[in-house]
């Protein structure tokens, strides 16, 4: 068997914390998983609840291009006959070819927990995959909790395996199930096993002791041929092994060709695409995939980097999907402005090193009193335009007010703003949940009519910090505003003693800058 | 020499995106890292920036239990005399007995990124070492990008080694700076260098292949002896090895005694406290000190980990300071609650079962809703309080109003207020730099005369999260606010879809804590 990619994205890693995939979304995930390259789809449990069960109705209509479906259920229940096991008569109603059939492999478990003897634990999973392999199926056995079992009982644990061997299982998934096993640990017991069961061999990880990837690394050294795992890591507890960090490292290190260049460019694409399905915050420090994986911030890493990607970056970016970034902080210098400047289309030339220094000079004085424009790139090349060129404003702002008044414990937000647009005096009114949220109401209202491009944005994060943390409420606050129109998102930021003087600069900011490129600014 | 840990939040860690540590903070994160057991800590680099050199002055009055503050700096520069490089002289002034001096392991960075010759940079790596021997100075060389240097030019990466060892060098890290070198090579080159040179070795992993933790044990099992990280693995791009992942590992599982089993125990609020310190949020998935990291969801693994926490825990929660916690499980929820409730005073008998159970739906109720309880425990007392007995408030707000003017780009804030204290009705104004400062203000104003004691305890910080983060400024948001008086603070929550409301409960929240506890209310 060539090396095949196993995701259980659908089935183990729906039982982490907080998430929960409607048939629509398993569907849509599928459909996604099938394009990037993914061998073997596992979708569920039919026979543990009905949601699951629709799931292998519908996708039997997807003409998916690649991807077999799995279904996935225990061996049949102790002291039942197989034929009798409605779990078991589920998956022959599936649909489908290829079945995943677990039981435990460590003594304690078939003792405490499932309380049958060890032997009926043997008889339950040579009944279930006979029955399987006679009514045609493929069937993955995946002996649960092998590696602690092995370390408790190895005879028995191979027994397992045996067994399961002996009634005609095409694969054995060696699993982690509580995820604290060693990669040398990893290493002996898999030598042990190939060395006695002549059987290919899976690897199924978890991340309880965050080396769920490194696990399925030696288990990949030692011939494992199949990797099971889920998109981001989602999964009980810390997750299972992230496919989007084990893909990479067997493809790009260690040279096997798992999916083709063009599919492993949808890497970075496809961690988005599940992580927003499944309503998660995606993750900007993950090795890959991350927003920040190739994100350069020291000085000296930057200048290095110019002059060759090869010195900080242990892969080419492109190659998953993923892009270099250069950030302006307090640790950088020059070429970070001016990376970033270039970036957005500014012609360099256009600035005078005079112009330059200026804003440098002006960004390190804003740093140190509290702007962040690392990350709030909107406000920087809002600033860089302001002393460029001679700049006229979309609009100008004349003041407003926001009241909050609470009456029977519930408080009520308006605001009033008074602004000329295009030469027009405005004055507005608009409630909101909070004086920041009637400001943006009011705000929009106001510039709506002049520009109607502003419907298509919307503020979708709001982040407050508190400066010279000693001082609560009367200290500086930070407020980090990001919003979004269809295509892309940005962030501004605004400081000030007061938060709603310092949420009105951001937002003005994010506004702005949205009229910027509506509007069509040629920045060059 | 013993295994040490070497911590490096304060340094290689700020430099990940979006985190910018004050002063205060990084003083702040000294005091948790000594007291948890960490060896080093390096400050950071004082001829790089003030801010830095400010750290360095700051720390001396610190009086840490244990832990030794290591100044970090590159090597000197190029074609200069190193008593004559500023970068250095300012080491001699930190006011430490331990630095960190880094050079080029790689011949491609000494080339392009230096642009200096293969021999001069062993010369700035001698004279560096030597001339900080001479000063009387302990010297950890880091030898940056050396696994990518060995497999480029290992002669040459093992020269630089050399070097550093014959100059004097009391340790030689061996980075990955990349974060992409892999397990087997890592054990295969740190054989090689431990058969040519007779030096401790310490290690310096990067995540970018989800293999930080990985290299480090390998690096142990292969006689490494220091092991430098971050707590939480922050850091440039994917960070460096998180600390709270490897530490538990080669003292649960290798055996080693890095810290005390007591210390061990505050691992995870280790991890709580320098995440919000950095403004970050804590991942719950996070191996070991995760929220959800022995969270068990499913069915079948409830009810084996009811029989025996064993089957589906690697380790103990408790040792890491973590906890076991099962959703849809009543039961559980009643024993945190009962355990936090004794734990501040309260004597369990003065409650009845049925007021036991009203608060755990109370709490369930909120925490849905998007109250955190943890890290909130003053409102979670408060709560606990106000079902039980007769308890009488300490005032009654009627209502409140507060307004934001901005004129001249300059926003001046006000709040007004209506409550009963004592029978007597008070109305109260009050100015403040924000709406909810302002409220603050005036609460206090109201409640002086009453209570003076008010004036002991004031506000230190304010953080608002807003929660499903979809909506921006109209969503639900949280508010946590930290109180202190001389000796000890607490933290008190309130949720909102409006955050003048939210910000209200938790200043509420906060003041009738203080007073609870000034007024001698015997809480047993």
């Known amino acids: 068997m060539g090396l095949t990619l196993y995701d259980t994205t659908l089935r183990d890693g729906s039982q982490g914390e907080g998430i929960a995939l409607s048939l629509d979304d398993k569907l849509r995930i599928t459909r996604q998983l099938d394009r990037f390259g993914i061998d073997f789809i596992e979708g569920g449990w039919p026979g543990s609840n009905p949601k699951d069960e629709a799931y292998f109705e519908e996708v039997q209509n997807m003409n998916l291009e690649n991807a077999k479906i799995v279904a996935f259920s225990s061996a049949r229940h102790p002291n039942m006959k197989v034929e009798e096991d409605t779990n078991i008569l589920k998956l022959l109603e599936a649909g489908v070819d290829y079945v995943a059939i677990f039981a435990k492999g460590w003594d304690l478990h078939v003792k405490e927990a499932l309380q049958v003897p060890l032997q009926e634990n043997l008889k339950m999973i040579e009944d279930t ?169 020291g000085g000296i890493h930057v200048s290095a980097v110019r002059k060759n990607p090869h010195t900080y970056e242990h892969i080419e970016p492109e190659l998953v999907g993923n892009e270099r970034r250069v950030l302006v902080s307090e640790l950088a210098g020059k070429s970070n402005l001016l990376y970033k400047l270039k970036e957005v289309g500014f012609d360099l030339n256009d600035f005078s090193d005079e112009v330059i220094k200026k804003l440098i000079k002006k960004v390190k004085k804003l740093e140190n009193q509290g702007y962040q424009f690392e990350g709030a790139e909107a406000s920087l090349i809002l600033m860089a335009f302001r002393e460029f060129k001679d700049y006229n404003s979309f609009f100008e702002i004349e003041d407003f007010r926001t009241n909050s008044i609470n009456k029977d414990n519930h408080t009520y937000s308006e605001a009033v703003l008074k602004m000329t647009v295009k030469k027009q005096k405005v004055h507005i009114a608009a409630e909101g949940d909070g004086p920041v949220n009637a400001l943006d109401n009011c705000f929009r209202k106001a510039l709506v009519s002049f520009y109607p491009e502003i419907t298509e944005s919307k503020l979708i994060d709001y982040k407050v910090r508190v400066l010279n943390g000693n001082d609560g409420t009367a200290a500086k606050v930070r407020v980090l505003i990001e919003t979004a129109d269809l295509e892309k998102s940005w962030t501004t930021v605004g400081v000030s003693t007061n938060i709603i003087q310092a949420s009105w600069d951001a937002l003005v900011d994010s506004i702005e800058y949205l009229l910027l490129i509506k509007e069509g600014i040629r920045i060059i």
């Not at 397992?160 to 009634?167: F, I, P, S």
């Open 129 to 297: 995959i006979s029955f399987l392999k006679e009514n045609g199926l493929n069937v993955f056995f995946d002996a649960e909790h092998f590696f602690d079992g092995y370390l408790s009982n190895p005879e028995y644990a191979l027994k397992v395996l045996e067994t399961a061997a002996e009634a005609g299982a095409d694969l054995l998934v060696l699993c982690d199930t509580n995820g604290g096993i060693l990669p040398s640990q990893v290493r002996t017991i898999i030598k042990d096993v190939k060395s006695k069961i002549d059987m290919d061999i899976g690897m199924h990880a978890h991340n309880d002791g965050e080396l769920a990837v490194a696990n399925s690394i030696v288990a990949y050294e030692e011939g494992a041929v199949q990797f099971q795992g889920t998109v981001g890591g989602l999964g009980e507890r810390c997750g299972n092994v992230d496919l989007c960090s084990l893909i990479p490292t067997l493809q790009l290190k260690y040279g096997e060709k798992l999916v083709t260049d063009q599919q492993l460019k949808q890497l970075k694409p496809l961690y988005y695409f599940v992580t927003e399905t499944a309503n998660l915050i995606p993750r900007n420090n993950k090795p890959y995939v991350g927003k920040s994986a190739f994100t350069h911030k």
